[in-house]
């Protein structure tokens, strides 16, 4: 069974930076990964996305503050996040899709305040 597992959210400062962390088992790590999120009545938005092979996209909302990455080795896949915003605030979940089906994390609350 295909499970996922952020880490890293937390509290942070308008300005300040963290690093989310998703970690997968339970099946093979050669499929495209990404982050969404979903703040409080809103809809889960795509955040960015990384292929197997490493191609990288960003939405526009996030482009060139945040950087998405992988580690095969480790199975996991990455987000630095920078220069945060309160509208940053968000549950942030890794998503992957194997043969078809899709697998989502349990999210990771994300605040942006002073």
């Known amino acids: 069974q295909v499970q996922l597992v952020e880490s890293g959210g937390g509290l942070v400062q308008p300005g300040g930076s963290l690093r989310l962390s998703c970690s997968a088992s339970?099946?093979?790590?050669?499929?495209?990964m990404d982050w969404y999120r979903q703040a409080p009545d809103n809809q889960r938005e795509w955040v960015a996305g990384i292929s197997s092979g490493g191609s990288r996209n960003y939405a526009d909302s996030v482009r060139g503050r945040f950087t998405i990455s992988r580690d095969n080795a480790k199975n996991t896949v990455s987000l630095e996040m920078n220069s945060l915003k309160p509208e940053d605030t968000a549950v942030y979940y890794c998503?992957?899709?194997?043969?078809?089906?899709?697998?989502w994390g349990q999210g990771t609350q994300v605040t942006v305040s002073s």
């Open positions: 339970g099946g093979s790590f050669n499929v495209a």
């Open positions: 998503r992957a899709v194997y043969h078809g089906v899709i697998f």
